[in-house]
């Protein structure tokens, strides 16, 4: 355990130096997270870009490592647990009850898996409960938020700046064309 109250199953991860390979199930079941982000980026939902970056960043780390307790593993907890809890609030701001329902079976599903994963000690139930239930789940249900749902946190700050159409009254484009030129 580390300070900040994580608890890391090192009893389960094979205690030798070597990492994962790129190809383990354990790295690869991060792929539809890497979908979302790309997803997140094209429809300007930065909050989930950075999040959705930030948590993989840390968690492949992780588990390229085979769940080493230490520095790393507390904040790969830390954030999986942010993310989470921003699920969940979007989850709060389902735009229907369908999606409601689709975003709690989401919950329900991680939820469960992590518990299960985290009180039971058993190296086969870990080795594809956690990456099913805590990276494949979880990305589904990313994509799922990125496709119904919009931003909480940046949700005019950001899109204003960058969508914000110039004052065209008065306005020469950076060309040296007047308005109605070719290049606005």
Not at 20 to 28: A, L, P, V, Y
Not at 73 to 86: L, M, N, P, Q, R
Not at 104 to 113: E, I, R, Y
Request: charged share 10%.
């Amino acid at each position: 355990m580390c300070g900040i109250g994580c608890i890391t199953v090192t009893s389960i991860a094979v205690c030798t130096h070597h990492a994962r390979s790129w190809t383990d199930f354990q790295i690869t079941s991060h792929l539809l997270f890497v979908i979302a982000i790309m997803l997140s980026v094209c429809r300007q939902f930065y909050e989930l870009v950075f999040m959705t970056s930030t948590v993989i960043f840390f968690s492949v780390w992780y588990h390229k490592n085979r769940e080493e307790c230490g520095v790393i593993s507390c904040i790969d907890s830390f954030c999986a647990k942010v993310f989470y809890v921003y699920a969940l609030v979007q989850m709060s701001r389902s735009p229907s009850s369908v999606i409601f329902c689709v975003d709690a079976s989401f919950a329900l599903v991680t939820g469960m898996c992590f518990i299960a994963t985290h009180l039971n000690n058993d190296p086969g139930l870990y080795a594809w409960i956690h990456p099913l239930g805590l990276h494949v789940c979880p990305g589904i249900w990313t994509l799922f938020v990125v496709a119904t749902h919009e931003p909480i946190i940046l949700n005019g700050s950001l899109r204003a700046i960058t969508n914000r159409p110039a004052n065209l009254s008065n306005h020469k484009s950076t060309c040296g064309r007047e308005k109605g030129g070719m290049c606005e």
